[in-house]
């Protein structure tokens, strides 16, 4: 049975920070593209950064510099820091694992960024 647990979201104010995380159980986790996706009220879900079992990372434009995700194969976590938030940062995040025809979602943690 495969699992995508997310853990780390909250309230916070701007320009604060936040730390992600996401443990997977069920799938070889070396081999699998993981990424953080998200999506705000009333929009797609849209990606936010991805990083290969290589280590290959891809990040939307609205983050970059402000946001890192990272992995640990040894420990099947993906993580994804989140300096300098905005209040258009608001949003569910989730967890994603992909590999070939294989996609899978974690079920989302709120991250909401108000003063």
């Known amino acids: 049975q495969v699992q995508l647990v997310e853990s780390g979201g909250g309230l916070v104010q701007p320009g604060g920070s936040l730390r992600l995380s996401c443990a997977a159980s069920?799938?070889?986790?070396?081999?699998?593209?993981m990424g953080w996706f998200r999506q705000a009220p009333g929009k797609q879900r849209e990606l936010v950064a991805t990083?290969?079992?290589?280590?290959?990372?891809n990040y939307a434009d609205s983050v970059k510099g402000r946001f890192t995700i990272s992995r640990d194969n040894a420990k099947n976590t993906v993580n994804l820091q989140m300096n300098s938030l905005k209040a258009e940062d608001t949003a569910v995040y989730y967890c994603?694992?992909?590999?070939?025809?294989?996609?899978?979602w974690g079920q989302g943690t709120q991250v909401t960024v108000s003063s």
């Open positions: 069920g799938i070889m986790f070396s081999i699998y593209r």
């Open positions: 994603n694992g992909y590999f070939r025809s294989n996609d899978y």
């Open positions: 990083i290969t079992g290589r280590g290959t990372t």
